[in-house]
Structure formats: structure tokens, C-alpha cells
């Protein structure tokens, strides 16, 4: 069952915030929002993860509405370098080995 | 630092023949590691969860006897495809969590198998 749903494909003008949003309505009380990024014919890169507050690291920010039932992750000058595919995966914990499973993504293409 | 390195990046193998994937947390100890396939355009599909010392366990429609998984250590995992089909040409993936760190997973830079 999928537990979050994204746009298939975002554009982004180049030095400009690119807003990707992630829908995830059926999210559980213990479980996080993370996102990871796959640049083509790479391993999946982590960008950032939340529970309820909003997160900010030297990648990304992450917003997550008052209900939880949706973020945005948030890359605040994206560059040619960001572009690729951008999962959205909601994990109950942090402490566990639970498997961590992705759903089609967005593919986000920054132009020039 | 929770560094994974796969090994070999790339392989290219006669269809009928095995061939093994290697998946090595560097500066980390996983007692779980992750493999997982991408086909062409696709998102990630887990294939089996790789427990230290002992089975692995197989998501469904995942043949155990095709695809073998080893984890004899705490920083070591391998993917063993058997009998090699072109159809089982893709991009292979490891994962491992490192303990020390709250944050989720960290993911090898894969395998691209093509059975020819």
C-alpha cells in the first residue's frame, strides 16, 4: 500500500527554491517523514527527516503541516546538480531496523 | 562517516552463469542490511532483508533459491544471483542502517547487471 503520493515530475528555474510536496494523509503517530534524493544511476542520497516539527540542515528544509498529513521539502537555491529523483517515505522510528520502502518519487529537473 | 560500498559497480555476465554482489558498511557495524532492485525508470523494490548470521528474509515473489543472500558478518553482505537470466539485468542496491546514527539509511552506489 502506498503511504505517500508526490507529483511524478517537478521543474525548477536554476537559483530558484524548488518545493517539492508530499502527500502522506494516513501517517501514524510514531512514524517519520524522510527524504532521500537518487541522482541517475546512483544509491539513494538522505537529505532529511522530521517527526512533526520543521527540520532544516545544510541541504534542505522540511516542512510538515500541523496535521502531518503532508510536507514539503524545500531546496531554498536549487542548482543544475539537483537534479534528480526526490522520494518522499514515511518510517515509524528512528531506533529500528524496520525496512525503509520507496514509492515512484518526483523527478525533479533544474534548468538553466 | 556511514559509509557503503558495493562492489562491482558494474558486471556483465553470460546468461546461465552466478554472479556475486558485495555490500560492505566501511565505518559502521550493520546487523541488518537491505537489497533492492531498479528496473529502468522504476523506483526502488526491496527484494530481502539480510540478517547478521542468520536467513535472510524475502519479500514476496522474490526467489531465495535465485537470488542467495550471505551476511557472515557485521559489516558484510552479498547478493548472489544464480543462474543468470537476461531478465534479471538491473541495477542492484544495498542499505544498511548505522546504529549510531538516528537518521535512517545509507545506501550503496550499486550494481548494474547485464546478463547477456
Known sequence: DAKTTQPPSMDCAEGRAANLPCNHSTISGNEYVYWYRQIHSQGPQYIIHGLKNNETNEMASLIITEDRKSSTLILPHATLRDTAVYYCIVRASTYNNNDMRFGAGTRLTVKP | ?116
Open chain 2, 1 to 116: 562517516g556511514a559509509v557503503v560500498s558495493q562492489h562491482p559497480s558494474r558486471v556483465i555476465c553470460k546468461s546461465g552463469t552466478s554472479v556475486k554482489i558485495e555490500c560492505r558498511s566501511l565505518d559502521f557495524q550493520a546487523t541488518t542490511m537491505f537489497w533492492y532492485r531498479q528496473f529502468p525508470k522504476k523506483s526502488l523494490m526491496l527484494m530481502a532483508t539480510s540478517n547478521e548470521g542468520s536467513k535472510a528474509t524475502y519479500e514476496q515473489g522474490v526467489e531465495k533459491d535465485k537470488f542467495l543472500i550471505n551476511h557472515a558478518s557485521l559489516t558484510l553482505s552479498t547478493l548472489t544471483v544464480t543462474s543468470a537470466h537476461p531478465e534479471d539485468s538491473s541495477f542492484y542496491i544495498c542499505s544498511a542502517r548505522d546504529s549510531g546514527r538516528g537518521y535512517g539509511y545509507t545506501f550503496g552506489s550499486g550494481t548494474r547487471l547485464t546478463v547477456v
